[in-house]
């Protein structure tokens, strides 16, 4: 996995993080340089924690588990919608649903409700394969100010967080923090595949164990 994931990450720019003044102090260890006005990434960080994520969600989706997977900027919300879709697995983009983890029981009658209407709000879309609380929460963008709640109603349930952060993301509150540009559409694409690829092992392994 090493070459082929480090190679593919390069190429689609996991490295190129924010402008040095936008830096998270407490993140100077995962800077490899600089290039212009943006720090580098260093990938060889990166790599480990991205194996370790990717055995954590193959292993759920193995044991019957369910992940949510969840997205803050909307220009990216078509790539998560396509490749969420694919997995089967439910996702929450580009704005929290807050009580989806904390109140549960309320928020599935309304996931209920809307199934049986013919108009379902587009923010909901993403949750009809919601079947229950997650067993681990995939950040996409991580990116406190904007997923914060998310994180806090995971970390109040201790579900896992594994969460993909770029050079200006807080630590706080992340089981498996991934450095990585989180902005392009060429990464999320790529972290996306990556993730359903660890799905799809996951039902395979699920199968075998029937």
């Not at 480990?48 to 193995?62: E, F, K, N, Q, Y």
């Not at 900027?73 to 439910?90: F, S, T, V």
């Not at 904007?146 to 969460?163: D, F, L, M, T």
Request: net charge positive; hydrophobic share 40%; glycine share 8%.
């Amino acid at each position: 996995m090493h070459t082929s994931t480090l190679k593919n990450l390069l190429e689609a720019g996991a490295h190129l993080g924010h402008r040095k003044e936008k830096v998270n102090p407490q993140l100077k260890s995962i800077i490899m340089g600089e290039r212009g006005a943006i720090h580098l990434i260093n990938l060889e960080q990166t790599i480990p924690v991205l194996r370790r994520a990717l055995i954590l969600i193959s292993d759920i989706i193995a044991i019957g588990g369910d992940i949510l997977i969840v997205g803050s900027k909307g220009r990216l919300a078509d790539i998560l919608d396509r490749e969420a879709d694919k997995m089967g697995q439910p996702y929450c983009a580009p704005k929290w649903a807050g009580g989806l983890i904390t109140n549960w029981n309320k928020f599935e009658i309304i996931l209920k409700r809307q199934k049986t209407q013919r108009k379902k709000r587009k923010g909901a879309l993403g949750l009809r394969n919601c079947r229950r609380v997650p067993d681990l929460i995939v950040i996409m963008n991580g990116e406190t100010s904007r997923i914060g709640w998310a994180v806090k109603e995971a970390n109040s349930c201790s579900i896992p967080v594994v969460a993909i952060a770029d050079t200006n993301v807080h630590v706080g509150g992340f089981h498996y923090r991934i450095p990585s540009n989180d902005d392009s559409r060429s990464i999320a694409a790529l972290h996306l595949k990556l993730v359903k690829e660890a799905v799809q092992n996951g039902l395979r392994r699920r199968v075998t164990q029937l």
